[in-house]
């Protein structure tokens, strides 16, 4: 999947010139924690973050004189372009949701701006969204029961599951293959519509597969 | 000993499965003959379930939704929109009457002819919307007898107590946005369990916020962690919420016994519940209990729980 699928298109932007209280005003506005900043012609050229106002703006208090009404005079005099960060990491149109993910997980981002070939501001994807993907590939809310099956990490296990979950017509909403604590086993995790399962998992077994009991791996 | 008012019919032993499947009606056989054999239903009060007015469907029920579930049976449709959720020609009266049981159950109840009720019912309801049937559910029983008492009853504030082990995805939709009925379920962790809702803070919706609760139970749990649960987060509630009438939507499939689930309830833990549901109950609204089917499907455990359930209801 691409990150151009899972972006928000409609965005804020904010001028290099804007205040640092009108970028404020709109993060509130608009429950978002980062802003792209663009040039007049849509391209970026930084961007600026609450905590990038925060830590501009001293506590009040903390120096005498320096009331509220003094930071609110400084954040209305002050533009962003003096706060922002100018070395944004981004995301490009033809980036993958997995880019994405690891651009955000590595260079430790809340939000990457997806920029076009032109470096024009396109959208933006942010941690939540990502989050988003992951409870939707997970296929939590849809109605349904889960499985874990163990199984010898070699090739045909999954079509032998997948094999056996389909004799008794029942679809499978999410797969998840991962690898297990111990070497040479994988983990399968199966989200499949029905809630009976039992006689499922029943056939797992006789086919030879560790169904893992889900009260044995809670307990302390 | 209390009046219990005792609920079933023959015909709900028509709704049966085209193919092998866990509720069914050997579920309802193994109930009677053992209430029977342990003398408890010459001791209870025996109301002959009608079917209900088409208001009483329609408060809970799209009408487009009978109409497609009616029309499946009668083609002889095998399943309603999964394979989950059989149906034959039968389905859609049992259903009905099924639904006219639990109101039949609060009927006497609400009108004095007993003191508590256990409605013997299938197919279960829990999981049925307004205008969707699923998790071998077809229309809701519990949420249609809660809407029976209010409009027909003058009843005010209604609590659910679900202690099927599958969360009530149908009953708490049905009453997310609703202050005046409160809906509890204590349940498998969605996680790991069908539906895979009743996560711990849906706690309803608008006006309905704080009126709907969850207390997911982690796999393994038994009959410690749902006193608790009853004890710490249920009671309170009810303390606050103060009903007139109590429901029950009584599935055993929290049964350590039962293939269904990962849960480790026993006979005791059902005793606890049922007693503990009594008391409330005798504090809050002049001991009226509605107790209505769910799910339970091991004949073994399923009988033993559900004679401890009515004998508690008897206080005998």
């Given amino acids: 999947m691409f990150v151009a699928r899972r972006m928000k298109k409609k965005i804020v932007t904010a001028a290099p010139s804007a205040s640092l209280f009108e970028a404020q005003r709109q993060m509130r506005e608009h429950t978002i924690r980062q802003i792209p900043v663009v040039s007049e012609d849509g391209t970026l050229v930084g961007i600026v973050s609450d905590r990038d106002i925060r830590a501009a703006v001293l506590p009040t208090d903390m120096v005498p004189g320096f009331t509220i009404g003094e930071a609110e005079k400084f954040m209305k005099n002050t533009p962003v372009e003096r706060v922002m960060t100018r070395k944004v990491v981004t995301a490009t149109l033809s980036d993958t949701l997995e880019d994405a993910i690891v651009l955000l997980h590595d260079f430790r981002v809340n939000a990457l701006p997806v920029v076009d070939a032109a470096g024009k501001v396109a959208g933006i994807i942010t941690r939540t969204d990502v989050l988003e993907a992951f409870i939707d590939a997970l296929g939590v809310g849809e109605i349904s029961s889960r499985l874990e099956v163990v199984v010898p990490d070699m090739p045909g296990t999954l079509a032998q599951l997948t094999a056996i979950i389909s004799s008794f017509h029942v679809n499978i909403t999410s797969v998840l293959s991962t690898r297990h604590v111990d070497i040479g086993k994988r983990s399968n995790f199966f989200r499949v519509a029905t809630l009976n399962v039992g006689p499922i998992r029943k056939a797992i077994e006789e086919a030879g597969f560790e169904i893992l009991d889900p009260s044995k791996f809670l307990l302390p | ?316």
């Fill in chain 2, 1 to 316: 000993m209390k009046r219990v008012a005792w609920i079933y019919h023959p015909d709900y032993l028509l709704h049966s499965p085209p193919f092998e499947h866990p509720e069914s009606p050997e579920r309802l056989v193994a109930i009677t003959d053992h209430l029977g054999k342990a003398g408890l239903i010459d001791r209870m009060v025996v109301v002959t379930p009608e079917y209900p007015e088409d208001t009483d469907i329609l408060s809970v029920h799209d009408r487009d939704y009978l109409n497609r579930l009616e029309t499946a049976c009668r083609r002889g449709d095998l399943t309603l929109d999964s394979e989950d959720t059989y149906l034959n020609r039968h389905s859609f009266n049992v259903a009905l009457l099924s639904a006219g049981g639990a109101i039949s159950g609060a009927k006497a109840v609400a009108e004095g002819t007993a003191d508590r009720a256990f409605c013997a019912i299938r197919p279960p309801g829990h999981h049925a919307g307004p205008d969707v049937g699923m998790g071998f559910c077809l229309l809701n029983n519990a949420a249609v007898a809660a809407r029976y008492l209010q409009a027909r009853h003058g009843v005010g504030k209604v609590l659910i107590v679900d202690w099927d082990v599958h969360h009530g995805n149908g009953t708490q939709n049905i009453f997310l946005e609703d202050p005046s009925v409160f809906y509890f379920s204590i349940h498998e962790h969605p996680t790991f369990l069908y539906p895979g809702t009743g996560r711990r803070w849906e706690i309803g919706k608008g006006k309905g916020e704080g009126t709907t609760l969850n207390a997911p139970m982690a796999p393994g749990a038994g009959d410690a962690e749902y006193r608790t649960t009853f004890e710490q987060t249920l009671e309170p509630a009810v303390e606050r919420f103060r009903p007139e009438v109590i429901l029950v939507s009584a599935g055993f499939d929290a049964h350590r016994d039962d293939p269904l689930a990962d849960l480790m309830v026993t006979e005791e833990g059902f005793r606890f519940m049922t007693r503990h549901v009594v008391a409330l109950a005798n504090k809050f609204c002049g001991g009226k209990v509605v107790s209505i089917l769910e799910g339970g499907y091991e004949p073994s455990s399923l009988t033993s729980c559900i004679e401890i359930h009515v004998r508690e209801l008897l206080e005998e």
